[in-house]
């Protein structure tokens, strides 16, 4: 228990159970099904960018470059699916018209 105590793991998580205790004694909605539902849809991106941090850290292959590399390929699916939105938008608006001109 003693060399356990001495890691930054243990600290770190005792934190986030005194947090997460001391969250639900002083709220009544904390622990509430669409609380718990909101949190893991909000950080349900930031949890699988961690999962992928975390093989890459097991790995002992951790650069400077992998957040980098993350927030470029989250910018390009953006702008992708963004364009995506746009062009099925205005084909929707042309396939419209083009319903409304024929009936």
């Known amino acids: 228990m003693a060399e ?4 930054h793991e243990f600290w770190l998580a005792l934190l986030i159970v005194v947090l997460f205790v001391g969250l639900a004694w002083r709220s009544d909605e904390f622990l509430t099904f669409g609380n718990l539902y909101d949190l893991a849809n909000n950080y349900a991106m930031l949890t699988i960018l961690a999962c992928g941090l975390f093989v890459v850290l097991i790995s002992g292959g951790i650069d400077i470059s992998f957040p980098a ?4 390929a989250q910018y390009g699916m953006v702008l992708l699916l963004q364009k995506l939105v746009v062009t099925l938008l205005s084909r929707l608006h042309w396939a419209a018209a083009s319903a409304f ?3």
């Open 4 to 7: 356990l105590k001495k890691r």
């Open 69 to 72: 590399m993350t927030i470029i």
């Open 101 to 103: 001109y024929l009936a």
